[in-house]
C-alpha cells in the first residue's frame, strides 16, 4: 500500500520541477500554442495514468491551458505513485 509522503521529502521530490504543492495535491499547468496542443497534450498524459494505472485529474481550461492533479484517494495525500506519475507527465514536456 502506498504511503502518503511528509511536506519536506515532497517538497524534495518536486525540486527543479514546475509541479506545486495544492493542499493534499500536487498540480501541474500547463500552456499550449493553441487549441488542439493543449488536447493533445491532455490525451498524452491520459496515455502515460492508463499505462501507470493511476489517474489525475486533467482540466483542460481556456483555450490552451491543461491542468494536471494528482493525489492518491485512499490516503488522503500523495504518494510516490503520484511522484513517479509527476515525473512521467515532465517527460512527456521533454
Known sequence: MATRL???ELKDALAG???VIEGDSIVLDAEF???AAG???AARVAEVAM???HHPDILAHGWNKVRVTLSTHSVGGVTDLDVDLARKIDA???
Open 6 to 8: 511528509e511536506e519536506s
Open 51 to 53: 499505462d501507470a494505472n
Open 17 to 19: 520541477t514546475t509541479w
Open 33 to 35: 500554442s493553441d487549441f
Open 39 to 41: 488536447w493533445a497534450y
Open 92 to 94: 512527456l514536456q521533454g
